[in-house]
């Protein structure tokens, strides 16, 4: 049914745009506070560019999240029932919400380790340990995604 399919990719929309979002507002975030310690510290530069990639990690989450639906359960057709599309929405909502605030949290401890790092303290793995943690949340909303589509199929 096409309304079936439209709330589908309604979920879609939502889980690639909020995800992407949240990416592009946590790289910068932490891109912002790379440049301002490059003033201080140019020789770290290295570590500032890890740092600040990292947040871009939950849109590619969201990216994974509809390749599943599409690809590996297949359930984005013109057959999808209504249960169907309305786990698929729900699947877009938890991974587009959880990934937008994971990735800005997570651009933010990152900034603040670069802010460090650019005083001249030695916190690169320390930060990037505790940058893990936000991003632990992003992960578990995919694999959730992938229980969704595996209950679903």
Known sequence: MEL???????GIAIMLILSGV???YGVTIA?????GALKKN??????FLVLTAL???????GFAGYFMFQTIFGVLTPDI????????LAGGLALGFIGLFSAIRQGQVCANGIAAIGQGHNVF??????AV?????????LAGVFLIGSAIV
């Open 81 to 88: 029932t209504i249960h169907q599309a309305a786990a698929v």
């Open 42 to 47: 140019d020789g770290a530069f290295g570590n």
């Open 55 to 61: 947040p871009g990690t939950q849109g590619l989450y």
């Open 31 to 35: 891109g912002n506070a790379a440049v």
């Open 22 to 24: 949240g990416s592009a």
């Open 125 to 130: 793995t320390n930060t990037l340990v505790l």
């Open 4 to 10: 079936n399919l439209l709330l589908a990719y309604m």
């Open 133 to 141: 943690f936000p991003e632990l949340y992003a992960i578990v909303a």
